[in-house]
């Protein structure tokens, strides 16, 4: 099964209201990094993760990696939020270098 | 300070044929990531250098994917020969590793979309 399963699988947000992103673990996860792909196809990284919380502008993310979890909260969405999230994960025995990607959630800001 | 650097964004090659990709990571990096990305796949990981010693060569990729890290700032992906299921999106992603186990915040390249006829 999935290794890295995130929800939900494509979101449409009002400009201006909030929302959250998840990803589920079944593997032991050590870190946690969150990456948007914008309509052009360039992946930019919006945050590297050990356990605890992050918060840059109306992004906020934490991870849990006793309960195996990751969050992505939106807050105030733009226009220029639209695009495809991306968690990734690395875990204790996997191979180094090794990150495991989610299927991404296809989020979508309408005016 | 400059990013991760992808050359050509595009290419469109003869099934046979054999393409070369270009990477240049991020100044400093000690980790370089090559994947590619399809839409019924997702991204997948084909070859991973700790400071230019290749440490993942992509199980699957191996037989006619082959990656080199000829210095520290400089990376090819060679296809040889294609075939139009190679058609995807190449990624290139460097991080500086903070030693140990891990490796570190990943940049991506903007990336070279291939397309084989």
Redesign the interface.
Do not use: P, V
């Given at each position: 099964g999935d290794k890295v399963k995130q929800s939900p699988s494509a979101l449409s947000l009002q400009e201006g209201t909030n929302s959250a992103l998840r990803c589920n673990f079944s593997i032991a996860a050590?870190?946690v990094?969150w990456?948007l792909q914008n309509p052009?196809?360039?992946?930019?990284?919006l945050f590297?993760l050990v356990p605890g919380t992050k918060e840059n502008g109306r992004l906020k993310s934490a991870f849990d990696s006793k309960e195996s979890y990751s969050t992505l909260h939106i807050r105030d969405a733009q226009l220029e939020d639209s695009g495809t999230y991306?968690c990734?994960a690395?875990a204790r025995g996997s191979?180094?270098?090794?990150?495991h990607?989610g299927?991404?959630t296809q989020l979508i800001v309408i005016p | 300070d400059a990013g991760v650097t992808q050359t050509p964004r595009h290419e469109v090659a003869e099934k046979g044929q054999t393409i070369i990709l270009k990477c240049e990571p991020v100044s400093g990096h000690n980790d370089l990531f090559w994947y590619r990305q399809t839409k019924i796949q997702g991204l997948e990981l084909l070859s991973y250098f700790r400071s230019k010693s290749l440490m993942e060569d992509g199980g699957a990729f191996k037989d006619r994917f082959k990656a080199e890290m000829l210095n520290s700032s400089f990376s090819t992906l060679k296809i040889q020969p294609t075939e139009p299921k190679d058609s995807a999106v190449y990624l290139c992603a460097s991080s500086l590793s903070w030693g140990g186990a891990g490796t570190g915040q990943l940049y991506f390249g903007e990336g070279s979309k291939l397309t084989v006829l």
């Open positions: 050590t870190t990094q990456f052009r196809g360039s992946l930019i990284n590297y991306f990734a690395e191979a180094l270098g090794r990150l990607f299927a991404g | -």
